[in-house]
């Protein structure tokens, strides 16, 4: 079977990040998956155990400082020179804002087409992909080259399948072009004890109707009750309720959990695109007209001081 590439995605405090273990899920349907970890010094060797354990047959490495020390476009000149040697049968990276700047920029390198937001890919070549408002199922096929796809976390649950992957490093060589934006310091984000909005199975998130940065307990009290993370809509991070980094949309992060939860959001069309393909869709406003309800399974219509503590108590209870 042909090789499938999955570019990995890691973190150093937290390694593989669960949509790596999707993407190698995916990627045992469709050939041999290998893993390709680009990053620091000893950054296969320190994932090679979980990508393992995942099904990596291989892990190619492209290690050190000219990877690591510049933006993605070493990497993605790696990539594509790594593409023309093992002619994979496709290749997966996340759709994450590094792997869709890695995938778009190998679709140049490749002249090859691209699909993005993919949370299902046949073997045949077939993406799926969800729009408008999870109401359209698009089915896609890239028509020149290979399949080159982004993958949306949280698309498929993903399965263990043990493998012992041989590490191959590769020689890199990247030009003085790739090197035009360098990175000069890096600053670990100051994380609590929940999880990644992008990776969450259970996202709370509150808008410009929890009214201002103290109410924002109330979204952060049912986040921890439900084991979730916490996002916001752009009225609640411009108003200065909650920081950017936490904004769920078009430009803020696109989230796809099994639990969704909207409190005090209005649903337009922008923070829809970055929640729309969340399983279940629990909103909670106070008007009955408001758009977010066309999206939502289980809708309140009620002030959320009122509603947000009684279900707190209730799901409490049940604890
Ligand atoms: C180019 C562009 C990009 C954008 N990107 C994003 C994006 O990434 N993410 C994003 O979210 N938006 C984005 N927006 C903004 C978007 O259009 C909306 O303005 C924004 O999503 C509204 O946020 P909201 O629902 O919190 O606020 P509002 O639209 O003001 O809605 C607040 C809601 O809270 C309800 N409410 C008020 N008080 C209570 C209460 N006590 N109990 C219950 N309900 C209550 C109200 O009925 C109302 O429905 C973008 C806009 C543009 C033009």
């Known amino acids: 079977m042909s090789e499938v590439l999955v570019v990995v995605e890691a973190t150093k405090e937290f390694g593989v990040k669960k949509v790596t273990l999707e993407m190698l899920t995916l990627a045992r349907e469709l050939g041999t998956p290998s ?6 010094a000893g950054a296969a060797e320190a994932l090679s155990a979980k990508l393992g354990e995942y099904g990596a047959e291989k892990i190619y490495a492209a290690e050190g400082e000219e990877i690591d020390g510049y933006l993605v476009a070493p990497k993605a000149t790696v990539v594509a020179e790594l593409v023309k040697r093992v002619q994979p049968a496709a290749v997966l990276l996340a759709s994450s804002q590094e792997g869709k700047e890695i995938a778009a920029r190998l679709a140049v390198k490749l002249d090859n087409g691209i699909l993005t937001d993919v949370v299902g890919l046949a073997a045949d070549g077939t ?9 359209t ?14 993958v949306r976390p949280n698309s498929l649950n993903p399965a263990p399948a043990a493998a012992t992957p041989a590490v191959e490093q590769l020689t890199v060589s990247v030009t003085d072009a790739d090197k035009l934006a360098k990175v000069v310091e890096r600053v ?32 952060e009290e049912m986040a921890d009750l439900l084991g979730g993370a916490v996002g916001a809509s752009r009225a609640a991070v411009d108003s200065g309720y909650y920081p950017h980094q936490f904004q769920v949309g078009q430009t803020g992060k696109t989230v796809s959990p099994q639990l969704y939860v909207a409190l005090g959001i209005s649903g337009a069309i922008q923070h829809r695109a970055g929640m729309q393909t969340s399983k279940t869709i629990v909103a909670v406003n106070k008007d009955a007209e408001a758009p977010i309800f066309e999206l939502a399974d289980y809708g309140v219509v009620g002030d959320l001081f009122k509603v947000v503590p009684q279900a707190a108590e209730e799901i409490r209870k049940r604890k």
Not at 35 to 40: I, K, Q, S
Not at 137 to 150: A, N, Y
């Open 188 to 219: 670990a984000e100051q994380k609590g004890s929940r999880p990644e909005l992008t990776e969450a199975s259970v996202v709370v998130s509150g808008g410009r109707g929890v009214g201002n940065a103290d109410n924002f307990k109330l979204v």
């Open 127 to 135: 993406a799926t992909q969800v729009a408008f408002a999870g109401s």
């Open 35 to 40: 893993a390709v970890v680009l990053g620091g």
């Open 137 to 150: 199922i698009v089915k896609s096929k890239v028509t020149k080259g290979l399949p080159l796809v982004t």
